[in-house]
C-alpha cells in the first residue's frame, strides 16, 4: 500500500475529542476589534433592547484560527482527496475562479446599485446566459435558481404558468408529473412544492419502462423529469421516444441536467427533445460544493417556455441600434407573463462567475473534451474493477458502456457479510472518499471519478478497491471495523435520531 | 485549459484496458444524430483561454464595475449606505482566511460522518449560534437566502397546522413578499397583506384579521426592522397574533436581521414560533446579490417539520463524541414528494462564513457592531433632517435603515453621488417602497462620522444642483 497519499487522517489525534468553540470560550476574549465609536451615542428607548447579548462563544484570535484550523484538517476534500461521489461530480475546483469571485469589482457589488454601475458584471451574465444557453441546445435561460432543486421548481412553474395561459399551453388541467423511480428526491419533492402531483414510472434494465410510460401519460400530464444520462450511468436511448411519447400527448420533457458532465458539448439536450432543463455549475462546471452549498441551477427553456422565466432578466440593448440610450447590458423586470420572483437580488452572482470562468477556460473544444475525458475515466475504472465488482449494465464485450458515472452492486463481496457501508469506511483509511452509496438501487455503489483525475489516481482506487475484496474474503473483521484511521468511527446515528440533539447545551 | 491532465498515451492505454479503439465508441447508446457535428459556437469565446487571458477577461469584467464596497478586503471601493436586504458590514479578515480553506471549499455535503467531522461539528456550532441568537431552539444547517427562508417557515406552518391563510405584514421587503406570492401561487394557500400605515403594522390590526379567518390562520409573518428600517413591535403583534380563535393558535413567523439581534430583542424573546432571514451581514461579501445565507430557527415542537438538512450530535463506536447528519426521514432524499422541503444543496460555506463570524465577534463584538449602526444611523438621520428640505419619512424607532423625504429626485442624489464615490441610499420608488422623492439610507458600523458628514454635504449639495 503507498504511504503518505494526501489526505489521510493519520495526522488527527485519535483520542483527542474535537472541543467545540463554546468549549475554548473564556469570558471576555474577543477575537476581532473595531475602531472606537466616532459619533454621539444616541437614544436607545427602554423595551427594544434585548436583556443581553446573544451567548456566542468568547475567544481569542489564536484560538479562533487554531478552532477552524483543526476542523479543517477533520474533512476531506477534493483538493486533498480522490472523491468519486457518484452524481455530484467531485472535479477539479481551479483557484483563479476563487481569485475571480473575490475580485472587488465582482465581490463589492451591492445588488441593487444602478446598471451604469454594473456593466461589466451585466456583460459577463449576459455571456453566460448565452452559452448555457448554446450548451443546451435551448433558446433562453434563466440564472437566477440558487441549485438543482430550485431549477427545478422554477422549470415546474414556468411549466405549470405555460399550461395556464390560454395563449399558451392552455390546459390548465395539466398538474400531473411523471419521474421515474430513479429519479433523484428533489424531483418528487419540488412537483409537491409547486402542488404538481407526482406518477412515479417503473424502469426496466436501467432505463425508462416504455411500455409503463405509454400508458401513464394522459390529458392531466404536464411533463416528465427525466435525468439522462440516467442516474444509473446510463445514456438512455430510448431517450426520442421518450419524447415523442409526451410531445404526441401534448406534455413537456424536463431534463435534469446533473448528469450534463457526460455530454457537455458532446450532445445537446434540446437535440434530443428536451424542453426546459436544469444545469448544476457545482457538478457541471467546477463551481465548489463548499461543504454543501453554494451551487446554482440555471435553467434553459425552448422559445415558446421563455415569457414565463422569472424576473428579473439579464438583456443587452440593441447593439448600437438608434434611439438606444443608456448602458449596454440592463436588468429586465419586463416580461408580462412571469412566474414572477423566486429569490432574492438576481442569482448565485459569485457562482456564476465562477462558472463563467470555467467555462471561459475550457472553450467549445475543451468543453467536449471535459465529457469525453469524463466517461473515458468511467469506463476506465468500470473495466479495470468490473471482475471482482459486479455491474449490471456495464459490459464492454455487448458495447454496452457507462457514461460519466457507473453502478456496481458487488455481490461476491456482500455474500462475505461485509456491508457497503464497511466498505466505504474502509476506503476512508485510504484517504478516498466513498462513493455514492444504495442510489439509485438498494446495495450499489455509483462511482464518478470525473475527467480531472489522474490515472495513478484512477489506478491507484483500483488497487485500493481490489485490496478491500481481497480483505473481505480474508480478513472481513477488519474491513467490518472500519475505519481504523479516522477521527471517529462509526457514529451512532440511531441515538442521534431518537433523541436529536441539535445544539450545544440543546 | 480545460484542467483535464490525462495525456494522449495515457488515454491510449485507458482506451486498450476497456477494449475499444476511441472514445466515440463509448457513447454507443448515444444515437449518432444526436451527437453535435461541431463546435459549440459560444458567443465571443472561439477557444479555450489560458489563464493569464482568462485573468485578463475577468478582470477586465470586473473592471468594468464601480463596486459598492471593497468586497472582502479592506480600502478602496465607495461609500456605501446602500441596503435593502443587503449590507455592507466590515468582513474581519479571519472570515476569508477561516472559512475559504480549501478543506472546506472543495468538500460536498457531510454525508460519509468519518470524513466530514470538521463540516458537520462547524454547522453544529452554526445552528447552535443561529438558535442563541434568535432566542428559539431549533435551526438547520442553512437555507438559500433570505426569501427562501420565508418562505420555508410559512410552508412549515401551513404543514404543521394544516390551516391554509397566511397573514404577511406590508412592512416585509417586497421581494420576499413577490417570492412568497410565486411559491405560494399554485398551493391552496391564500396570502393576505395587512398593511402598514405610518410605516408600521398595529397589533389591533393583526387581531382583527386573524379573528376574522375564524381559525384558519397558519402563519403570521412580520419583519422587524422592517424594510423601512423600522422597529415592529413584535411582541405586541405576535401577542395579538396568537390569540386562540376557536380553538386555534397560528404561529408568528418573525423575519430577522442577524446583527440586530445584537441588540434588539430577538424573534424567541417576542413570542415567535419561526425566525428566517438572511445572514448575509455575518460576514459575507455583496457579491451583487449572492451568494447569501439562509438562517431559519424555530420552537423545539417543530423540529421534525424543518425544512433542510439537520447536524446532531452522538456518538462514535468508543463513546467519542462526534457530529452526523440527521432526522434525515424528513428529507427529499428518504421522503421524496413527502419531504418537508426540495432542498438538498444549501448554502454551506456560506454557513461557515458566518460561523467564524459569529465565532469572532463573540457576544461583546457582535452586540458593539450593532450598537455602533445603531448610533451611526441615528447621527446620520439627525444630520439629514437639519438639511434644508429633508425629513425623515416616518417616526419612530429604527435600526441602522431608514427613508428619509428629499427635495430632489432621489436618482438625482444618486448619480451626484455617483461623481463623489458616495452611493447615498436606495430609490425608495424603484424598490416599491416609496416615491421617487425618497431614499433609503442605510448606515453600518463600517462608516465614520467623516464619512457620514460627506454624505449630508452631498444631499446639501444636491438641493443646490436643482
Ligand atoms: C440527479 C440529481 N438531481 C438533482 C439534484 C439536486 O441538485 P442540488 O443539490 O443542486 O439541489 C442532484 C444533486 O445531488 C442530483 O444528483
Known amino acids: 500500500m503507498s504511504r503518505g497519499f494526501a489526505g489521510r487522517f493519520e495526522h488527527v489525534g485519535q483520542e483527542e475529542v474535537s472541543p467545540l468553540i463554546f468549549e475554548r470560550s473564556v469570558p471576555g476574549a474577543r477575537a476581532v476589534d473595531l475602531p472606537a465609536l466616532d459619533v454621539p451615542a444616541a437614544k436607545i428607548p427602554a423595551g ?42 467531485m472535479k ?17 457589488l451591492h445588488p441593487r446599485q444602478d446598471d451604469v454601475d454594473v456593466q461589466g458584471a451585466l456583460k459577463l451574465l449576459y455571456e453566460l446566459r448565452l452559452w448555457l444557453a448554446e450548451i443546451a441546445g435551448l433558446d433562453e435561460v434563466s440564472l437566477q435558481p440558487c441549485a438543482g432543486a430550485h431549477g427545478e421548481y422554477t422549470a415546474l412553474k414556468v411549466i405549470r404558468a405555460y399550461f395556464k395561459d390560454p395563449k399558451g399551453g392552455n390546459a390548465p388541467g395539466r398538474t400531473k408529473v411523471l419521474a421515474p423511480d430513479t429519479a433523484h428526491g428533489t424531483n418528487p419533492a419540488s412537483c409537491a412544492m409547486c402542488g404538481a402531483n407526482v406518477v412515479t414510472v417503473p424502469s426496466k434494465d436501467g432505463r425508462v419502462d416504455l411500455d409503463a410510460l405509454r400508458g401513464m401519460v394522459d390529458g392531466e400530464t404536464a411533463a416528465m423529469m427525466i435525468t439522462n444520462p440516467n442516474t444509473a450511468g446510463l445514456f438512455d436511448d430510448t431517450i426520442t421516444q421518450i419524447a415523442k411519447i409526451l410531445h404526441d400527448a401534448g406534455a413537456l420533457l424536463y431534463l435534469d441536467g446533473a448528469n450534463m458532465n457526460a455530454i457537455v458539448g458532446v450532445s445537446r439536450p434540446g437535440d434530443f427533445g428536451v424542453d426546459i432543463m436544469h444545469f448544476n455549475t457545482h457538478k457541471t462546471f467546477s463551481t465548489p460544493h463548499g461543504c454543501g452549498g453554494p451551487g446554482a441551477g440555471p435553467i434553459a427553456v425552448r422559445k415558446f417556455l421563455a415569457p414565463y422565466l422569472p424576473v428579473p432578466q439579464v438583456e443587452k440593448n440593441g447593439a448600437g441600434a438608434p434611439g438606444t440610450s443608456g448602458p449596454a447590458y440592463y436588468l429586465s423586470y419586463d416580461r408580462a407573463k412571469t412566474i414572477g420572483k423566486v429569490r432574492s437580488f438576481f442569482g448565485q452572482f459569485s457562482v456564476l462567475v465562477r462558472c463563467w470562468a470555467y467555462i471561459a477556460a475550457c472553450g467549445p473544444v475543451g468543453l467536449r473534451d471535459v465529457a469525453e475525458s469524463a466517461v473515458l475515466s468511467a ?35 456482500l455474500a462475505t457479510g461485509v456491508t457497503l457501508i464497511d466498505v466505504a469506511k474502509r476506503l476512508i483509511d485510504h484517504g478516498i472518499h466513498p462513493p455514492t452509496m444504495h442510489w439509485p438501487v438498494h446495495n450499489c455503489l455509483m462511482i464518478e471519478p470525473t475527467e480531472t483525475e489522474s490515472l495513478q489516481t484512477l489506478d491507484r482506487f483500483v488497487e485500493v478497491m481490489l485490496n478491500i475484496a481481497d480483505e473481505a474474503q480474508s480478513n472481513p473483521e477488519l474491513v467490518k471495523a472500519a475505519p481504523h484511521l479516522a477521527p471517529v468511527q462509526r457514529l451512532d446515528e440511531v441515538a442521534a435520531a431518537r433523541t436529536p440533539v441539535l445544539t450545544h447545551g440543546g | 485549459m480545460n484542467y483535464v491532465q490525462l495525456t494522449t498515451e495515457q488515454r491510449q492505454e485507458m482506451l486498450a484496458a476497456i477494449g475499444v479503439g476511441g472514445v466515440k465508441d463509448l457513447y454507443a447508446s448515444l444515437p449518432p444524430e444526436y451527437r453535435l457535428g461541431s463546435d459549440l459556437k459560444l458567443e465571443g469565446l472561439p477557444k479555450g483561454l489560458s489563464e493569464l487571458e482568462l485573468r485578463h477577461a475577468l478582470n477586465e469584467r470586473a473592471g468594468g464595475n464601480n463596486p459598492a464596497a471593497e468586497g472582502t478586503g479592506a480600502g478602496g471601493g465607495n461609500l456605501c449606505f446602500l441596503g435593502g436586504g443587503a449590507y455592507d458590514h466590515f468582513i474581519p479578515q479571519a472570515v476569508n482566511y477561516l472559512a475559504h480553506q480549501s478543506a472546506f471549499v472543495t468538500a460536498y455535503t457531510p454525508y460519509q460522518a468519518e470524513a466530514s467531522q470538521g463540516a458537520l461539528q462547524a454547522f453544529f456550532e452554526f445552528q447552535t449560534q443561529v438558535t442563541r441568537l434568535t432566542g428559539l431552539e431549533v435551526s438547520n444547517a442553512s437555507l438559500y437566502e433570505g426569501a427562501t427562508a420565508v418562505v420555508e417557515g410559512v410552508l412549515m406552518a401551513v404543514n404543521s397546522t394544516g390551516k391554509r391563510k397566511v397573514l404577511v405584514a406590508g412592512s416585509l421587503h417586497p421581494d420576499y413578499l413577490a417570492v412568497l406570492r410565486t411559491y405560494l401561487g399554485d398551493l391552496p394557500v391564500e396570502l393576505e397583506v395587512i398593511p402598514a400605515e405610518g410605516g408600521r403594522i398595529a397589533a389591533k390590526e393583526v387581531e382583527k384579521r386573524v379573528a376574522s379567518f375564524r381559525g384558519d390562520v397558519a402563519a403570521v409573518v412580520v419583519q422587524s426592522p422592517n424594510v423601512l428600517g423600522l422597529i415592529e413591535d413584535w411582541e405586541a403583534i405576535f401577542a395579538a397574533a396568537k390569540k386562540p380563535v376557536e380553538g386555534h393558535t397560528a404561529l408568528a413567523v418573525a423575519v430577522f436581521n442577524p446583527i440586530a439581534c ?18 448575509q451581514p455575518l460576514g459575507i461579501p455583496l457579491s451583487f446579490g449572492g451568494p447569501y445565507l439562509g438562517l431559519f430557527a424555530a420552537k423545539a415542537a417543530l423540529m421534525r417539520k424543518m425544512p433542510g438538512r439537520l447536524i446532531g450530535q452522538t456518538v462514535d463506536k468508543s463513546g467519542r463524541r462526534g457530529f452526523c447528519l440527521t432526522l434525515q426521514t424528513r428529507e427529499q432524499h428518504i421522503r421524496g414528494a413527502k419531504a418537508t422541503s426540495n432542498i438538498c444543496t444549501n448554502q454551506g460555506l456560506l454557513a461557515m462564513r458566518a460561523t467564524v463570524y459569529l465565532s469572532a465577534m463573540g457576544p461583546a463584538g457582535l452586540r ?24 425623515l419619512a416616518y417616526s419612530g424607532a429604527f435600526f441602522h435603515e431608514f427613508v428619509v423625504d428629499t427635495p430632489v429626485p432621489a436618482q438625482s442624489i444618486i448619480d451626484l453621488g455617483r461623481a463623489r464615490g458616495i452611493l447615498p441610499g436606495l430609490d425608495a420608488a424603484k424598490l416599491g417602497i416609496g416615491h421617487e422623492r425618497q431614499l433609503l439610507v442605510a448606515v453600518t458600523e463600517k462608516r465614520t462620522a467623516g464619512e457620514i458628514d460627506a454624505l449630508v454635504e452631498l444631499l446639501t449639495d444636491a438641493t443646490k444642483k436643482k
Open chain 1, 48 to 89: 427594544i433592547a434585548a436583556a443581553q447579548p446573544a451567548d456566542l462563544p468568547q475567544v481569542g484570535p489564536m484560538e479562533l484560527v487554531r478552532h477552524y484550523t483543526l476542523l479543517a484538517a477533520r474533512n476531506f476534500s477534493v483538493d486533498a482527496n480522490f472523491y468519486p461521489l457518484g452524481s455530484c461530480t
Open chain 1, 92 to 108: 477539479f475546483n481551479p483557484p483563479v475562479n476563487e481569485a475571480a469571485a473575490a475580485l472587488p469589482g465582482f465581490a463589492g
Open chain 1, 379 to 413: 469506463n476506465y475504472l468500470a473495466a479495470r474493477l468490473r471482475e471482482r465488482f459486479e455491474m449490471p449494465y456495464f459490459d464492454p464485450g455487448a458495447k454496452k458502456f457507462c457514461a460519466h458515472e457507473f453502478v456496481t452492486v458487488p455481490k461476491t463481496l
Open chain 2, 262 to 279: 445584537g441588540l434588539l430583542k430577538r424573534p424567541g424573546d417576542c413570542g415567535a414560533d419561526i425566525a428566517a432571514g438572511d445572514g
Open chain 2, 368 to 391: 458593539e457592531v450593532a450598537e455602533q449602526c445603531y448610533h451611526k444611523a441615528h447621527y446620520a438621520a439627525e444630520k439629514i433632517a437639519d438639511v434644508p428640505g429633508y425629513k
